[in-house]
């Protein structure tokens, strides 16, 4: 069965450095997404990706974020300098279309990400 | 109202038990519903899809109530291996973003 996959698994880093996750979603998708879960909160909307541009993001998404497919296959997120507090699960999603059954989104494992 | 909320939980139930969840959402406009399922520290993995009145796949049923912005979840003879954080997820518009409930803990005990 196709699946999101993502890396690295786990990411530790020091505040203001950059990071980049990758993300290879699934190969028929065309809509792709970024959430985030802080520990023991609700998963959160980052940001969604149609035909190589941004197509909504929320207001944590900020000017230190950014997003890129750089090739056929992969989907970054990139966070430039990175704050303690974007410590979180980094959850990428991805889904065939809009509407129906076929928006339903499919999630990878997920990049641990740690900021000390 | 909050966009999505859920039974605080958590639900600790004994094998075999039937168990309901219940969410509400704002946005009256939602067209399509989810419910997901997330073990610890995991990915949220897809249970259910709900478009109609409802839907159903084994043991596991979901009910929508469009008047009343009322999803529920309904798991009968509940396995060990149902324990698990339950996410009731809403569509914030057509497609796009998914705007995720809290969760309710589901804990089925031996």
């Known amino acids: 069965e196709p699946e999101v996959t993502q890396t690295p698994s786990h990411q530790v880093t020091q505040m203001g450095q950059e990071v980049i996750l990758r993300c290879v979603p699934i190969?028929?998708?065309?809509?792709f997404y970024w959430y985030r879960q802080i520990l023991g909160q609700k998963v959160e909307f980052l940001v969604s990706?149609?035909?190589?541009?941004?197509?909504?993001k929320s207001e944590i998404f900020d000017d230190q974020f950014s997003v890129e497919r750089p090739d056929g296959s992969n989907f970054t997120l990139k966070i430039r300098s990175t704050k303690l507090e974007d410590s979180a699960m980094y959850f990428c999603?991805?889904?065939?279309?809009?509407?129906?059954?076929?928006?339903?989104?499919?999630f990878g494992p997920g990049t641990r990400l740690l900021v000390l | 109202r909050k966009e999505v909320e859920q039974d605080p939980g958590p639900f600790n139930v004994p094998e075999g038990a039937t168990v309901a969840f219940n969410c509400t959402y704002s946005?009256?406009?939602?067209?399509?519903f989810f419910w997901y399922r997330q073990d610890c520290r995991k990915e949220p993995k897809l249970l259910m899809s709900v478009y109609s009145s409802g839907n159903e796949d084994g043991r596991f049923t979901a009910q929508l109530n469009r008047a009343s912005q009322y999803i529920s979840l309904l798991i009968r003879d509940s396995k060990l291996s149902d324990s698990a954080t339950y996410l009731c997820v809403v569509p914030k518009s057509y497609g796009q973003n998914f705007v995720f409930g809290p969760g309710t803990r589901l804990s089925v005990l031996p």
């Open positions: 990706f149609y035909n190589n541009e941004i197509s909504e």
């Open positions: 190969s028929n998708h065309l809509y």
């Open positions: 999603a991805s889904s065939e279309t809009l509407g129906g059954a076929s928006e339903t989104q499919y």
């Open positions: 946005n009256s406009a939602s067209q399509s």
